[in-house]
């Protein structure tokens, strides 16, 4: 089990920009695929976006101009910088970490965009 422990959410006014951060409490944590999900009110959870092991990356169509994931081997952290953020984007943001058919989640980071 990994343990997940996201920040950086907030309160953001449409076109700002937030960096949310994701640190892993995990001794291999280069071997895992980490991504970053999120929820809003009555709608189902969906993915935002995933960095593989390798570096490489897959964003949902609607977030892959805007969004940009990242990852810190050395820190155990991951990172999503969101840019041009909307009033749609409102959501909890939960990260995720995956190796083979196991997947952790943290608790989530409530991210609102509001003027």
């Known amino acids: 089990q990994v343990q997940l422990v996201e920040s950086g959410g907030g309160l953001v006014q449409p076109g700002g920009s937030l960096r949310l951060s994701c640190a892993a409490s995990v001794s291999s944590f280069g071997s895992y695929a980490m991504g970053w999900y999120r929820q809003a009110p009555g709608k189902q959870r969906e993915l935002v976006a995933i960095v593989n092991s390798g570096g490489s990356t897959n964003y949902a169509d609607t977030m892959k101009e805007r969004f940009i994931i990242s990852r810190d081997n050395a820190n155990n952290r991951v990172f999503l910088q969101m840019n041009s953020l909307k009033a749609e984007d409102t959501a909890v943001y939960y990260c995720?970490?995956?190796?083979?058919?196991?997947?952790?989640w943290g608790q989530g980071t409530q991210v609102t965009v509001s003027s």
């Open positions: 995720s970490a995956r190796m083979g058919w196991a997947q952790s």
